[in-house]
């Protein structure tokens, strides 16, 4: 399964970096990828609450999430 997710707030490299290592802290994240305004993450199906993951990016700064899709791959 792959969420990808609008961020608001992200800046620089050391903000995607922020992300990504709070993504990456997240139990049942296989993967993830990260750029300025979004970041995509990968885990197996039915193992993710979306609400972790937010509360990851949240967490790592003065970020919000804007938007978000799901799709199966």
């Known amino acids: 399964m792959k969420l990808n997710i609008q961020i608001t707030g992200m800046h620089c490299n050391q903000c995607t970096r922020a992300?990504?290592?709070a993504l990456a802290a997240v139990p049942a994240v296989d993967?993830?990828?990260?750029?300025?305004?979004?970041a995509t993450v990968c885990f197996g199906e039915g193992t993710m609450d979306k609400s972790a993951l937010f509360?990851?990016?949240r967490g790592a700064g003065s970020f919000d999430i804007r938007g978000f899709s799901a799709s199966e791959e």
Do not use: M, P, Q, R
């Open 55 to 57: 509360a990851a990016i």
């Open 31 to 38: 993967e993830c990828e990260v750029c300025i305004g979004s």
């Open 19 to 21: 992300i990504e290592a």
